[in-house]
């Protein structure tokens, strides 16, 4: 976000926690909240902070629902682990390039192979838990070395063009981006089932194209009502 002018790494602003809980007081039990929605939930700030921490024990205590999306290692770590309730916690650890020295050249984040790592000890735990290949970049995934992992669940947002984004990826094939949506180019619907079919694991669609996602629901995602597919 510092690249954005919302976050000033120097002196960044940390949530009050007294406000969020006056927030979640008003908010009835079995509603699912998400964090990490505009920002990482688990920023390196966390370490010291503990608001992500201390929100989650909130959320337990009031018996709220809440998925958790994330670039970092630190979801995975056992003080985490111990703190999440099972019939409440839903996370997604978000990669979308399994090598650590390229996904360095466009993120400021755990290394792909710590959150490999987190998301496989998650889900030896039991917790309901999903590989995000967000945004997919076909340039960027190893097909292979993913249908080789053993994660029981995948969900895919394919990449959104803007002006933005091609400058910070520069070396993609932008001309595949032919459709015009609310502000961002994609993917021509076949050229995103042609990419899907790479994938030999059980997977779900997240999508901002209104007439693709009509195609998900009734052909990929296992949840038509829910790209997440969370476990109930």
Known sequence: MDFRGLWNAENPRVADIQKIRRKLEKVPPGTMLRLGGMTDCFQPLESQEQITYQTIEQLNEYGIGYLIVTKSHLAGEERYRKLYDPKLAHIQITITCFDDKKALAYEKASSPSKRLRALLKLQEEGFDVTLRLSPLIEEYLDFDYLNRLPVDKVLVEFLR????????FPDLDYQKYVLRQSGYWHLPLEEKIRILEKIHLPLTVCEDVTE?????????????????????
Do not use: A, M, S, T
């Open 212 to 232: 693709h996602y009509e195609y998900w629901k009734q052909h990929i995602n296992p949840n038509p009502l829910d790209c997440c597919n969370l476990r109930k």
């Open 161 to 168: 063009v803007n002006g933005w984004i091609k400058k910070w």
